[in-house]
């Protein structure tokens, strides 16, 4: 039998009963006289549907690399789209906080000179070193975050709010949130002691602040 390239296998010999070698080998002779054509174009019909089967095989094989190549390269361009959409994201807050940063501390430069001009204007009158009106005189030292220190007199009797407005009114003084702070002892002058007197406050006849920045 052979196959025929079609529905299955062709007969092209059969033998009945007992044959000699002699016998059979002549047999397979006529045989392959009288089908040896088609004996060779049923072979090179299988050998070119065994080519094409590996040429299809081959080309699917590329194909399939080809296709993996691609989505592996459109993977690689959207991880690098994304990185770009992070890094403009990052740049973005990175502006906004920056902007954010300079409107707070405008409005507050802006807040600082309001006050100081409100503030200057609720200054007590510096009492004279000597003479009259100089009974019961309380010097004030203020020192500044930057290291400068600044001078003045009060009177024993005024408040200690009198001291936060004349530390408000001062050019040299940019600090919108503090607290003014003596060191020995240690005590933070706040909104409680406001109204004390310096006489009261512990800071009479003289006392040394320091101006402790919370912005």
């Given at each position: 039998q052979l196959g025929d390239?079609?529905?299955?296998m062709a007969l092209i010999a059969a033998f009945e009963g007992f044959l000699s070698q002699g016998s059979l080998v002549e047999l397979l002779e006529r045989v392959?006289?009288?089908?040896?054509?088609?004996?060779?174009?049923?072979?090179?019909?299988q050998e070119e549907?065994?080519?094409n089967r590996r040429i299809r095989e081959e080309q699917e094989q590329a194909f399939a690399e080809a296709l993996a190549e691609d989505q592996r390269r459109e993977r690689e361009r959207e991880a690098e789209r994304e990185q770009e959409r992070e890094r403009e994201r990052e740049e973005a807050a990175a502006r906004e906080r920056l902007e954010a940063e300079a409107r707070e501390r405008e409005e507050r430069e802006?807040?600082?000179?309001?006050?100081?001009r409100e503030r200057?204007?609720?200054?007590?009158?510096?009492p004279p070193l000597e003479g009259e009106g100089s009974e019961g005189v309380v010097k004030?030292?203020?020192?500044?975050?930057?290291g400068s220190r600044i001078q003045r007199r009060f009177l024993k009797g005024d408040k200690v709010s009198a001291v936060y407005n004349f530390v408000d009114s001062l050019e040299s003084?940019?600090?919108y949130n503090y607290k003014l702070v003596s060191n020995f002892p240690r005590r933070v002058f706040d909104e409680g002691t406001l109204s004390q007197t310096l006489e009261e406050a512990g800071l009479s006849p003289q006392g040394s602040l320091f101006l402790q920045s919370e912005d």
């Open positions: 390239g079609g529905s299955g392959l006289e009288s089908h040896g054509p088609m004996l060779v174009a049923a072979r090179a019909e549907r065994a080519f802006l807040a600082v000179r309001s006050r100081r200057s204007e609720s200054i007590p009158e510096e004030i030292l203020v020192r500044l975050p930057d003084n940019d600090c």
